[in-house]
């Protein structure tokens, strides 16, 4: 179908060129849109975006603010190894966002929140599929489901209401015993003896985000959206309650202006920074998150369907392509602040765990350790929609979600600043609902 008319055309401003800001500006140059992205980095999903778990886990969506969290994070506190380790700092941003983390342990916020959660995952992953078939994009994807297995019988019996309420809003994930999850992936026999249970969702994918994410910047470019890559962006200038300006620094150290009608800020961990000086407090931190890529050593050890270990916080993806045979391994959270030093306890406990379960599948000798600040909200429910400045739009603080979420926060963002109503039913920024007010047109009559 023909990409559907703007109401109306303008200069639209994308801040960052990762997963985030490179859907919005896809989609926002589908609706007609003249679009501009700048982004620090030489090329496209370089930060963030770079080497993540791989996942597009709509059944992923129990957030990490739960009301078993605050015990477990007692215990974790002070263990370099630990799945979700707090390092206390003289930070008032963090000692803030914990304090709203354990306001959304409660069982009511945390039924909310996967809601919100789950209704996103759903329309993004249905968002990209139909990308896929448009343009025929390719990023090492697998469409052969994501299964959850628990080592613990306790974190097992903990994931069965989450599930069961992942169902109940149309994500199918279904409670599978021990050998059923052996018979979807046999590299789970070697600790078949340890599994105590499973849950599998055929629907879910996973790929290379990285891949996409370049991918697609390519599509935007030769549908006529401008990259300014090595553009440091230092400041949003406004002026009579909206935007006037952009200020960056450019590739060759000088001083720009760039001015558009509307912007949208999509610099994950780095959107507090930038929103701040203009009134704008975002829930959002740093949580660094670690990955491990190996080229595959025995493919008959290795995994084929992508796999989260709940109790450690990892997700496991294999990517298949003529750049070779690879497992990508990837989790853990640890807040602290904006540093991105590589934690060598933190790294080898991520290898260790590999090797427990999947002895020998890896070449662990040529792992390549990788760390990224994912843009975190208390909730886990990402940042998308309006601001109280005119023209200021946010598609951030997707955490670990941001390759689940990308293709539908975009489509939704766009949807939002040519003054449509989303498709998707979902908590918007500065939106009452779906029925959000007379100035938005409902995007499906809007053709």
């Given at each position: 179908?023909?990409?559907?008319?703007?109401?109306?055309?303008?200069r639209?401003?994308?801040?960052?060129?990762?997963?985030?800001?490179?859907?919005?500006?896809?989609?926002?140059?589908?609706?007609?849109?003249?679009?501009?992205?700048?982004?620090?980095?030489?090329?496209?999903?370089?930060?963030?975006?770079?080497?993540?778990?791989?996942?597009?886990?709509?059944?992923?969506?129990?957030?990490?603010?739960?009301?078993?969290?605050?015990?477990k994070?007692?215990?974790?506190?002070?263990?370099?190894?630990?799945?979700?380790?707090?390092?206390?700092?003289?930070d008032?941003?963090q000692?803030?966002w914990?304090?709203?983390?354990?306001?959304n342990?409660?069982?009511?916020?945390?039924?909310?929140?996967?809601?919100?959660?789950?209704?996103?995952?759903?329309?993004?992953?249905?968002?990209?599929?139909?990308?896929?078939?448009?343009t025929?994009?390719?990023?090492?994807?697998?469409?052969?489901?994501?299964?959850?297995?628990?080592?613990?019988?306790?974190?097992?019996?903990?994931?069965?209401?989450?599930?069961?309420?992942?169902?109940?809003?149309?994500?199918?994930?279904?409670?599978?015993?021990?050998?059923e999850?052996?018979?979807?992936e046999?590299?789970?026999?070697?600790?078949?003896?340890?599994?105590?249970?499973?849950?599998?969702?055929?629907?879910?994918?996973?790929?290379?985000a990285?891949?996409?994410?370049r991918?697609?910047?390519?599509?935007?470019?030769?549908?006529?959206?401008?990259?300014?890559?090595?553009?440091?962006?230092?400041?949003?200038?406004?002026?009579?309650?909206?935007?006037d300006?952009?200020?960056?620094?450019?590739?060759?150290?000088?001083f720009?202006?760039?001015?558009?009608?509307?912007?949208?800020l999509?610099?994950?961990?780095?959107?507090?920074?930038?929103?701040?000086?203009?009134?704008?407090?975002?829930?959002?931190?740093?949580?660094?998150?670690?990955s491990?890529?190996?080229?595959?050593?025995?493919?008959?050890?290795?995994?084929q369907?992508?796999?989260?270990?709940?109790?450690?916080?990892?997700?496991?993806?294999?990517?298949?392509?003529?750049?070779?045979d690879?497992?990508?391994?990837?989790?853990?959270a640890?807040?602290?602040?904006?540093?991105?030093h590589l934690?060598?306890?933190?790294?080898?406990?991520?290898?260790?765990?590999?090797?427990?379960?999947?002895?020998?599948a890896?070449?662990?000798?040529?792992a390549q350790?990788?760390?990224?600040?994912?843009?975190a909200?208390?909730?886990?429910?990402?940042?998308?929609?309006?601001?109280?400045?005119?023209?200021?739009?946010?598609?951030?603080g997707?955490?670990?979600?941001?390759?689940t979420?990308?293709?539908?926060?975009?489509?939704?963002?766009?949807?939002?600043?040519?003054?449509?109503?989303?498709?998707?039913?979902?908590?918007?920024?500065?939106l009452?609902?779906?029925?959000a007010?007379?100035?938005?047109?409902?995007?499906?009559?809007?053709?």
């Amino acid at each position: 179908p023909e990409p559907r008319k703007a109401l109306k055309i303008m200069r639209v401003i994308v801040l960052g060129a990762g997963l985030l800001g490179v859907t919005s500006a896809y989609f926002l140059s589908q609706l007609g849109h003249e679009v501009t992205v700048i982004d620090r980095q030489g090329t496209p999903g370089a930060e963030t975006s770079f080497a993540n778990g791989g996942q597009i886990s709509v059944s992923h969506a129990e957030p990490w603010a739960n009301p078993s969290a605050p015990l477990k994070v007692l215990q974790w506190l002070g263990k370099e190894d630990a799945p979700l380790l707090f390092r206390l700092r003289a930070d008032m941003r963090q000692w803030l966002w914990g304090l709203s983390f354990l306001r959304n342990c409660t069982p009511a916020r945390t039924r909310h929140n996967i809601e919100q959660i789950v209704r996103l995952g759903t329309y993004s992953r249905d968002t990209l599929q139909q990308l896929r078939a448009a343009t025929g994009i390719q990023y090492d994807q697998r469409t052969q489901g994501i299964l959850h297995f628990y080592t613990n019988p306790k974190e097992f019996d903990g994931a069965l209401a989450p599930a069961e309420q992942m169902r109940a809003l149309g994500c199918e994930r279904q409670v599978i015993s021990a050998d059923e999850a052996v018979r979807i992936e046999p590299a789970l026999a070697h600790i078949r003896p340890q599994l105590a249970g499973a849950t599998f969702t055929a629907e879910d994918e996973s790929g290379d985000a990285n891949q996409f994410t370049r991918e697609l910047a390519k599509l935007c470019e030769a549908a006529g959206v401008q990259f300014r890559m090595g553009h440091h962006i230092t400041a949003l200038r406004e002026v009579g309650g909206r935007i006037d300006h952009v200020e960056v620094t450019n590739a060759e150290g000088r001083f720009e202006r760039v001015r558009g009608d509307a912007f949208v800020l999509a610099m994950g961990s780095f959107s507090p920074l930038l929103a701040q000086p203009l009134g704008i407090q975002l829930p959002i931190y740093p949580a660094k998150g670690y990955s491990v890529t190996m080229p595959v050593k025995d493919a008959s050890k290795a995994h084929q369907v992508s796999l989260t270990d709940d109790e450690f916080k990892l997700v496991f993806s294999r990517y298949t392509s003529e750049r070779g045979d690879r497992l990508r391994i990837a989790g853990t959270a640890e807040l602290n602040g904006y540093d991105r030093h590589l934690n060598q306890v933190r790294c080898e406990a991520i290898v260790r765990r590999v090797e427990q379960l999947f002895p020998g599948a890896g070449d662990t000798t040529q792992a390549q350790f990788w760390s990224g600040l994912r843009p975190a909200t208390p909730s886990n429910v990402p940042l998308i929609g309006k601001t109280k400045v005119g023209n200021l739009f946010l598609n951030t603080g997707h955490g670990t979600l941001g390759w689940t979420h990308a293709c539908g926060s975009g489509k939704a963002l766009a949807d939002i600043v040519s003054g449509r109503v989303p498709e998707v039913d979902f908590a918007f920024q500065g939106l009452q609902g779906r029925a959000a007010g007379a100035a938005l047109v409902p995007s499906r009559t809007a053709a």
